[in-house]
T-cell receptor
């Protein structure tokens, strides 16, 4: 199994630019989660999907953030416009209904200048 | 976000010693608890989970849960330098579908 695949691994952009992060969950997993990790706040749950449907987006910090899951094998997290305080590592994770274990991708390190 | 509190450390122990990592949580409805290990620059990986009060052992690792005190801990026996990492405590919501993490405790095992 290839695991959870995220892209890009690193992104450096300027304030005001649009950023799109991508995630391919493990095949057969019906839950997908987006987390943001910073030193100060740790791992924050942004949004999660079940069977491609967004269930809880209360962790999304602002309207500048949006996430989609058009099918079972692909999700995006978009930030528009980006700001320096959005700099963080963004993790995608997936799991199967019958298990409690989250499988994380390698993360996308975002730097907004 | 559910509150999950951990001492950020850093915690240093000599090789071969027992490392004790602690976590408290605020939501009494939380049902399941997890310990993840995260090496620097890497993603978190699951070490153990525990659902019931008491102790659960897996090799050199023991998880302890006390729901009355809202406290969960991880003991690492015979600590090795390869155990040096950040340890994240996590809990799931009462639906079991949302996972909330503490900020992590940094552990260094000194050879």
């Amino acid at each position: 199994d290839a695991g959870v695949i995220q892209s890009p691994r690193h992104e450096v952009t300027e304030m005001g630019q649009e950023v799109t992060l991508r995630c391919k969950p493990i095949s057969g997993h019906d839950y997908l989660f987006w987390y943001r990790q910073t030193m100060m706040r740790g791992l924050e749950l942004l949004i999660y999907f079940n069977n491609n449907v967004p269930i809880d987006d209360s962790g999304m910090p602002e309207d500048r953030f949006s996430a989609k899951m058009p099918n079972a094998s692909f999700s995006t997290l978009k930030i528009q416009p980006s700001e320096p305080r959005d700099s963080a590592v963004y993790f995608c994770a997936s799991k199967h209904t019958n298990t409690g274990e989250l499988f994380f991708g390698e993360g996308s390190r975002l730097t907004v200048l | 976000q559910k509150e999950v509190e951990q001492n950020s450390g850093p915690l240093s122990v000599p090789e071969g010693a027992i490392a004790s990592l602690n976590c408290t949580y605020s939501d009494r409805g939380s049902q399941s608890f997890f310990w993840y290990r995260q090496y620097s620059g890497k993603s978190p990986e699951l070490i153990m989970f525990i659902y019931s009060n008491g102790d659960k052992e897996d090799g050199r690792f023991t998880a302890q849960l006390n729901k009355a005190s809202q406290y969960v801990s991880l003991l690492i026996r015979d600590s090795q330098p390869s155990d040096s990492a950040t340890y994240l405590c996590a809990l799931s919501s009462n639906t079991g579908n949302q996972f909330y993490f503490g900020t992590g405790t940094s552990l260094t095992v000194i050879p």
